[in-house]
């Protein structure tokens, strides 16, 4: 009955039918009350969304996957300190976090979230190096700044731990089926009727240490039911990795150590061996190889056909070391000496060079068996069967993909943009036209502040993919730098339709109204979205700049510092807190916040300029002077900077150097009404009137602010 039950709630699980998973699992626990079977209930509730239930179901518990789903649920509850005291127990510091990987990548985001950086880059490091598929690991390194380079992470040592991972632990042809499957093949006869019983119980004490490293369903279920065993299989929050998903407090058996495919090991082979049944003859090497028919074959043959026999033979009689009076062996002096058999020293030197040779031809043959074996023997890997050859190949295609993909988004974490966007091209097609990696090039351009291609990758991404948010939010922001008003307005309820429960749909919708001055309305919006998910860095800094355009400096900076405290490089928080003390005139402030936003993103014209301008204002115009210089180079089309060096230059009299400036900065951007109004400023101060009035007038024409227009007229008149 018991298996039955747990059978069933993994069914309705596999099939989204939550509730009645639910109500299974209830009646589970009522009839069978066992912490693996509330494992289960609580893995039924958070998977429906409800992890209080499972909180409180799972409070008090103390097996490692009890404890892995509780913290999981208070982190969904943001209970984070009991969390992390479920992950790591007080009271057993040397304990190892449960189910691996995926433990310490939630420990990870535990000590991320509570701004612990150093322990969160620990435990992020540490789940890829148990398994280098964890693209989430990876990925928040990058966005800590602390991310490897791809080619380091994703290398060899990432293609021998995968390897290793498919293919040495593979010692059950059940270990990965399908739930369809399992149970089919798991009657069927593992070796053929030739097999010794030696080797029957060698495969059956393997298949017993592969049953408890992979059968046993991590969310519940009785262990050892012999009903239904294959549904155990599905584990709902595991994730693969060399580190075993504890079922209860006692370490499992060391994993496939010294053992190879065929079901032997290494100490079998030195010591158990029969040279009866080795010398001369041909040694068997059944594999286990799922077939439709019903039937797993045997594969059998000489796998040393040019080799010797094996070390065994050599080890456990005298008969195989030739004795014949004609042999020779080389002495230390490099002289050969003919053993007659009467010298009880030469017997043994022969003898130890005759074992010493077996032993190196002993390692060859278990080598060259292990990689036959590996490349011809097959396995159920995610319900497919596939070869070892094919597993080989696999992860190495696979690597070769996620080192372009991983340094593409590092390269873009550290605001190397353009680099980025390269790297990116290094694609193939059909991984460069996936929503993800066009939202992520929109990204690139959007800080390149090249508004009209990012518009383009965005609005490719979402041709692709229109159930996708992804960087939606940062799409708005580059339409409504764009004044498309129209197409942000399409956008933004085109997102609510489809996610009214998503913070970038809110965040479209914020922008919209901001473009069209309601601060107020856009607020409201954005403060929606920080409702939705707190730790939306970005929420948080939008409501921060429409208090700063309501001109409530107060909340705008509480506002920004929550933004930093979801993530402290989230760089656009310092320049908000920079500009909101520029304009308070505060300019030490402003400038210690410009500084940390240049410290995050070294290759922002704008926050170059804005830097330039407060150190301007604290009167240290020549380190401003090379902070323009700077901006300048990192992007010729910002006319800020130039801008903000010609200013720099007419303060410090230099009045011939700040109109050469103005001069080339009027032939790149003829529209830039402040342009002409800084000329005229220059010639009426050497008492040019006419020079200085006609470009007044110019800057008039090319209806500036009312602010700017007022000076204007002032000065005229």
């Known amino acids: 009955m018991e298996a039955i039950l747990v059978d069933c709630a993994q069914k309705s699980l596999r099939h989204f039918m939550h509730s009645n998973a639910i109500f299974i699992s209830q009646r589970l626990c009522a009839q069978f009350p066992s912490e693996t079977n509330l494992q289960l209930l609580a893995g039924c509730y958070l998977q429906s969304n409800q992890a209080y239930c499972a909180y409180h179901i799972l409070k008090g518990t103390q097996m490692a996957q009890s404890r892995y789903l509780f913290a999981i649920s208070c982190f969904h509850m943001d209970l984070l300190s009991e969390a992390e005291a479920a992950l790591r127990p007080a009271d057993e510091p040397g304990a190892e976090v449960p189910n691996g990987a995926a433990g310490h990548y939630l420990l990870g985001l535990i000590y991320r979230c509570t701004d612990r950086r150093k322990n969160a880059i620990q435990h992020f490091k540490q789940a890829l190096s148990m398994d280098p598929l964890m693209w989430a690991a990876y990925e928040e390194l990058c966005i800590l700044g602390a991310a490897e380079e791809a080619t380091v992470v994703f290398g060899e040592a990432a293609a021998f731990c995968l390897q290793k991972q498919y293919l040495n632990c593979s010692t059950s042809p059940n270990s990965h089926m399908s739930p369809e499957h399992s149970n089919e093949v798991a009657a069927r006869p593992c070796m053929s009727e030739e097999a010794s019983p030696r080797q029957l119980k060698q495969m059956q004490s393997l298949k017993d240490i592969a049953t408890y490293h992979h059968g046993a369903s991590i969310l519940g279920g009785a262990a050892g039911q012999p009903i239904n065993s294959s549904s155990s299989n599905m584990s709902y929050y595991n994730t693969p990795s060399p580190m075993v998903a504890q079922l209860s407090s006692v370490a499992p058996p060391p994993l496939c150590r010294n053992v190879l495919p065929n079901g032997q090991n290494l100490t079998t082979l030195s010591t158990d061996s029969s040279p009866k049944s080795t010398v001369n003859s041909p040694i068997q090497a059944p594999r286990r190889k799922f077939v439709g028919e019903g039937k797993l074959r045997k594969i059998s043959g000489r796998l040393f056909s040019d080799s010797g026999p094996r070390r065994s033979s050599r080890l456990s009689s005298d008969s195989s070391v030739n004795t014949n009076a004609n042999s020779t062996v080389v002495s230390g002096n490099g002289t050969n000496n003919s053993y007659k058999g009467g010298s009880k020293l030469n017997h043994m030197a022969f003898r130890t060079m005759a074992i010493r040779k077996g032993q190196s031809w002993a390692n060859e043959n278990i080598d060259e068996a292990k990689s036959y074996e590996q490349e011809a023997a097959t396995f159920h890997i995610g319900g497919q069967v596939t070869s070892g050859s094919k597993v080989i190949t696999g992860t190495s295609e696979i690597l070769t993909l996620l080192r372009v993909l991983g340094e593409g988004y590092r390269l873009a974490c550290l605001y190397r943009c353009q680099d980025a966007l390269d790297t990116y091209l290094k694609l193939p097609q059909k991984h460069y036209n996936t929503g993800w990696v066009l939202s992520q090039v929109g990204k690139a351009y959007f800080e390149l502040v090249d508004y ?147 410290q995050i993103n070294p290759r922002s014209s704008v926050i170059l300029s804005y830097l330039g301008t407060a150190l301007h204002a604290l009167k240290r115009s020549g380190e401003a002077l090379a902070i323009m210089e700077k901006a300048i180079l990192e992007d010729k089309k910002n006319p800020l900077p130039m801008y903000q060096k010609a200013s720099i230059l007419v303060s410090l009299e230099r009045i011939d150097e700040a109109l050469d400036v103005l001069e080339e900065l009027k032939e790149a951007q003829p529209r830039e009404s402040s342009v002409y109004a800084l000329m005229g400023n220059i010639y009426r101060r050497r008492h040019m009137h006419e020079r200085a009035m006609f470009h007044y007038g110019v800057a008039l024409d090319l209806k500036p602010s009312i602010t700017d227009a007022a000076m204007i007229k002032l000065l005229i008149f």
């Open 452 to 598: 009209l291609e990012a518009d383009c990758a965005f609005s490719r991404a979402r041709q692709i993919t229109p159930y996708s948010l992804e960087g939606m939010d940062i799409h708005s922001t580059v339409l409504y730098h764009l004044k498309e008003d129209m197409k942000l307005s399409y956008l933004a309820q085109e997102l609510i339709s489809t996610d009214r429960l998503a913070p970038q749909s809110w965040c479209a919708m914020g922008n919209c109204y901001s473009l069209q001055k309601d601060h107020e309305t856009a607020l409201k919006n954005f403060q929606r979205a920080v409702q939705l998910n707190p730790r939306f860095a970005y929420a948080h800094t939008l409501c921060g700049h429409e208090y700063v355009a309501l001109e409530d400096f107060e909340n705008g900076i509480k506002c920004y510092h929550s933004a930093l405290r979801v993530d402290s490089r989230h760089y656009n928080a310092w320049y908000g807190l920079g500009m909101l003390y520029l304009r308070q005139e505060k300019y030490e402030f402003s400038e210690h916040h410009f500084h940390m936003a240049y």
